[in-house]
């Protein structure tokens, strides 16, 4: 406990210098505590809240690149709910979103499932996995691009000559539903990893004691997955799940690279579109607004799940 | 001591952000030497030789005029964002490459270069008449055309010979050539998809045939009407009779590779196949030649992507920068920086396209010509920020992309025509005013 300088005084004791004092400010409860949360919180300011700001007073502003805006209130929104590029850019997020994020789940838990058993290598072969995740999406998704290009596709040459396609094998960036089927595939590829790794940590605290009582019980392998796995995972799945939905959401890299947002706009994500119409465009306005549309999407999301969990 | 003011204060910090913002940009410390100092921003050329030749110029012209040139070259994806935050903080260099609607969109931000544009023209021939196009905006000449990217036809010559043809003359020619030469195997390759090739050429044909996108007026719709729906009907045989499913999903780099693996027969693009084969001793180089651009019932018209300069209204230095600029156009040194580029550099001055490199190679030849055919995106109407988003949007190839792919032409033309005033109306009103 600080000494208060009356205290010093009555002890005949000389009183504290200015830097004494400053110190005996510094250490009270709390200002030290604000003090210690004051670097991490100018931090979210910098580089969150304003830019958070500074999109939201763009979505509401007819800002073009090279000349400041005027206030237009929800002009940009209305123009953007009516244009058939953003509408289609709404339907692919969900199709994009829900698809990947099925895919990432069920594989998680089965990659995490297989890497949790005792084999040689052990240690070595769950650092691999990670890999995938590890590597810059930019350059990982270049290589798939390759794999994916109409004219060297390894992936068609492949399955050509294993007699399972027949040739010249389809044009997978090109066709709607083969795009799609391209730019999900890579995201499963790229953020199986995340789950897998987190759901392995789920895995490992359960207690070895659940699993003999049920075996004790008679329950074969799924009984046991069924039982007391998976209500086990429940509370580590709906954070990963929680996670790897914003994140896919928010995905950009990898249909950038991909696609551009073609054919014809059927595999764009609010983040690519909007940088298309707010940087390649320069049309800022609605680039901020279309990306403000994610915001109340993944609060949404975020509301039901934070929810789901705390009941659990 | 006297305490700073403000206004001081201001200056002082703004200056010192500025100054911190470039040099993280360019990764070099800013020089605060007595001399004066001359700036200028450009791309990285696709020809790094022509850069180099640049800055030997510009160090030749700073000797002469007792100052500092310094020319900063980044990846040209990132010019648009730093043109954009110098027109914002009103600091930075004191030249700037430009190009497509950049002359428009920063109309009030940029120096009236009209005198040089006068004594130029005078000196060379005269402009070519794209330069107008590109550079006159309401309120004056506001950037001077530097160099444009000729966008011929490269062709097969082996695969045409084989097939007994002549190299086509007109989009239609084109269109019975392709039939013929895809059964043998060597398709037609025009991007329909989400890259800047597939832009240039859609702009080509529609307006050989006659249609365009805008009124000159700028605002009014035009996209609707009998020309296009020709333009779409063209393309859906092509895509059908001529091409292979592929070139929904091309990017810029695809037609290159498609010409020189030794598929495709005829691709419309800058000379940069042939260029390549050349520097990488591909045997396929002999094979490959240009011709020019085909045309169609309305003429021929082109549009081949075209660079200027600008100098910022802002700039201390805007008669130094002019003076530089002249310096530039001298014959000597345009004509040591278009061989510097090996010919991929074209001058939009008519006198100065007259130089041997072209003359010289048969293959390159008929590239000159093509500025006869040149327009800025946009035209009849100027460039604009609504033009600018019709073309990265994409519209105008996913128009003819959902035709191709089974909607009838009007409801794709309907489509487009929604977009195009969708763009026109985002653009609520006139930039920079």
Not at chain 1, 83 to 99: A, D, G, K, W
Not at chain 1, 107 to 114: N, P, Q, S, V
Not at chain 2, 71 to 85: C, E, G, N
Not at chain 2, 315 to 325: E, P, R, T
């Amino acid at each position: 406990m600080a000494v208060g300088s009356r205290v010093l005084e009555a002890a005949g004791l000389a009183r504290p210098g200015r830097l004494a004092r400053l110190r005996e400010w510094w250490e009270q409860e709390h200002v030290f505590g604000y003090g210690l949360i004051l670097p991490a919180l100018l931090l979210i300011v910098c580089l969150v809240a304003y830019p958070f700001g500074m999109s939201v007073y763009f979505s509401l502003s007819d800002y073009w690149v090279g000349s400041p805006g005027r206030f237009v209130g929800l002009g940009n929104f209305r123009n953007i709910i009516g244009n058939e590029i953003f509408q289609r850019t709404v339907y692919n997020s969900f199709v994009f979103t829900s698809i990947a994020v099925a895919f990432k789940t069920v594989l998680g838990i089965w990659l995490a499932m297989l890497l949790f058993r005792n084999f040689r290598f052990k240690r070595l072969i769950r650092g691999a996995v990670l890999l995938p995740w590890v590597i810059p999406t930019a350059l990982s998704t270049l290589a798939w691009w390759w794999m994916f290009d109409s004219l060297y596709s390894v992936v068609n040459w492949t399955a050509i000559h294993l007699g399972i396609m027949s040739p010249p094998g389809p044009n997978w960036l090109g066709m709607t539903n083969y795009a799609m089927t391209a730019v999900i595939a890579v995201n499963v590829w790229r953020g199986l990893p995340f789950f897998a790794i987190i759901v392995l940590a789920g895995l490992v605290s359960i207690p070895r004691e659940y699993y003999e009582a049920a075996q004790v019980d008679g329950a074969g392998s799924w009984g046991r997955f069924r039982h007391v796995t998976l209500p086990l995972l429940r509370p580590v799945l709906a954070v990963v799940i929680l996670f790897s939905t914003i994140f896919t959401f928010a995905d950009f890299n990898i249909v950038r690279v991909l696609t551009r947002g073609g054919p014809v706009n059927t595999t764009h994500l609010f983040a690519t579109l909007a940088y298309q119409v707010g940087l390649d465009g320069g049309n800022l306005g609605q680039g901020a607004a279309i990306s403000l549309f994610l915001f109340p999407m993944l609060a949404a999301i975020v509301f039901v799940q934070l929810r789901y969990i705390r009941r659990e | 001591m006297r305490a700073t003011s403000r206004r001081e204060f201001m200056r002082a910090a703004s200056g010192a952000t500025v100054g911190m913002a470039s040099w993280l940009a360019l990764g070099k410390a800013p020089a605060f030497a007595q001399k004066r100092e001359l700036t200028f921003l450009s791309w990285n050329h696709f020809v790094p030789a022509s850069d180099d030749e640049l800055r030997k110029q510009a160090e030749a012209f700073g000797k002469l005029a007792n100052c500092e040139v310094r020319v900063d070259t980044i990846a040209h994806l990132q010019l648009p964002a730093k043109r954009a935050a110098e027109a914002q903080s009103q600091s930075g260099h004191d030249l700037m490459l430009t190009g497509s609607a950049d002359p428009f969109l920063f109309e009030h931000n940029l120096a009236d270069v009209g005198d040089l544009i006068g004594e130029l023209g005078k000196q060379y021939g005269g402009w070519y008449p794209f330069a107008k196009e590109s550079c006159e905006t309401a309120s004056g000449w506001k950037a001077i055309p530097w160099f444009w990217i000729s966008f011929p036809a490269t062709y097969n010559e082996t695969h045409f010979m084989k097939a007994g043809l002549q190299t086509p003359k007109t989009w239609a020619e084109l269109l019975h050539h392709g039939k013929i030469l895809k059964k043998q195997g060597n398709p037609v390759g025009i991007a329909i998809s989400h890259c800047a090739d597939a832009n240039s050429t859609f702009w080509s044909i529609l307006w050989c045939y006659g249609g365009k996108v805008l009124e000159a007026d700028g605002k009014t719709p035009a996209i609707t009407s009998d020309r296009t729906a020709q333009v779409i009907e063209w393309y859906k045989e092509l895509y059908r009779d001529a091409m292979e499913p592929e070139v929904l999903s091309w990017d810029d780099a695809s037609n290159n590779r498609c010409i020189l693996a030794g598929k495709c027969s005829w691709i419309h693009n800058p000379i940069s196949p042939y260029n390549l084969a050349l520097a990488k001793k591909m045997p396929i180089v002999d094979e490959i030649n240009h011709h020019n651009s085909p045309g169609g019932p309305a003429g021929i018209h082109s549009a081949p992507p075209i660079n200027s300069v600008a100098i910022w209204k802002f700039s201390k230095n805007v008669q130094l920068a002019k003076d530089f600029l002249k310096f530039l156009f001298q014959k000597e040194n345009y004509d040591a920086w278009i061989v510097a580029s090996n010919a991929f550099n074209h001058p939009p001055l008519k006198n100065l396209a007259d130089h041997p490199i072209w003359a010289r190679n048969p293959k390159f030849a008929m590239l000159p010509k093509e500025a006869e055919y040149a327009h800025e995106r946009g035209w009849p109407a100027k460039p604009s920020a609504a033009i600018q988003l019709v073309q990265v949007n994409y519209v105008l190839p996913d128009m003819v992309a959902k035709a191709v792919n089974g909607m009838p032409t009007k409801r794709a033309m309907a489509w487009a025509e929604d977009q195009i005033k969708l763009a026109v109306q985002g653009k609520l009103r006139e930039a920079g005013a």
